[in-house]
């Protein structure tokens, strides 16, 4: 089956700093990979949609200068968390869907759990 | 928000009883997806409906769909205690390719 492979799973990071997080997909080629963020005990909401070779799309109200999306290839995106607070703790998701497979559902990887310290 | 609605929020149900979850969105579909999440990890794939389908089955799952309704629900059969998680419909935006999710429902079952 297709994987997703999310990295890192955990994260801690001090205040100020910036953090990577990698989404990539294993078997399967994905021109577009999803961006969730999930608060405890709430849905995922999607902050941005990553396209390759091209520049994401934000969902409103997300900063794209707060949260860089880099999808260099048809298997890798990255987020990165600039100058992080402590706001912007969470679980951050990513999702792709196979590019052979317009109507096939979305593939996720386990997430990253970042604190901001 | 484009974001749909579930309820319950939490369930809590004995092992061998029947599960159901109810989704509610806003816009018109192409097709509506049921989804699982674990605690902490990501969200595992169950079972699509698309807009013309009224109904459909998989193993101990069973979904429903009511376009004029716009509503969606999923009924886990004689359920055991690893079904305990969260589940989220999630609806496409209109173009196919970006999903919205719903609240999300927790569920609990007591072995």
């Known amino acids: 089956g297709a994987v997703v492979s999310q990295h890192p799973s955990r994260v801690i990071c001090k205040s100020g700093t910036s953090v990577k997080i990698e989404c990539r997909s294993l078997d399967f080629q994905a021109t577009t990979m999803f961006w969730y963020r999930q608060f405890p005990k709430q849905s995922l909401m999607l902050m941005a949609t990553?396209?390759?070779?091209?520049?994401?799309?934000?969902e409103q109200g997300v900063e794209k200068d707060k949260f860089l999306i880099n999808h260099a290839s048809l298997t890798l995106s990255t987020l990165t968390v600039t100058s992080a607070h402590p706001e912007d703790s969470s679980f951050y998701i990513c999702?792709?869907?196979?590019?052979?497979?317009?109507?096939?559902?979305?593939?996720f990887g386990n997430g990253t759990r970042l604190t901001v310290t | 928000s484009q974001q749909g609605e579930e309820d319950p929020q939490a369930l809590s149900i004995q092992e061998g009883e029947n599960a159901t979850m109810n989704c509610s969105y806003k816009t018109s579909i192409n097709n509506l997806q049921w989804y699982r999440q674990n605690s902490g990890r990501g969200l595992v794939h169950l079972i699509l409906i698309r807009s013309n389908e009224r109904e459909k089955h998989s193993g101990r799952l069973r979904v429903t769909l009511d376009t004029s309704k716009k509503s969606s629900s999923l009924l886990i059969t004689a359920s055991r205690a690893a079904d305990t998680a969260s589940y989220f419909c999630?609806?496409?935006?209109?173009?196919?390719?970006?999903?919205?999710f719903g609240t999300g429902t927790s569920l609990t079952v007591i072995p």
């Open positions: 999630a609806t496409d935006a209109g173009t196919g390719n970006q999903f919205y």
């Open positions: 999702s792709a869907r196979d590019r052979g497979r317009i109507k096939s559902p979305l593939h």
């Open positions: 990553s396209n390759e070779g091209s520049k994401a799309t934000y």
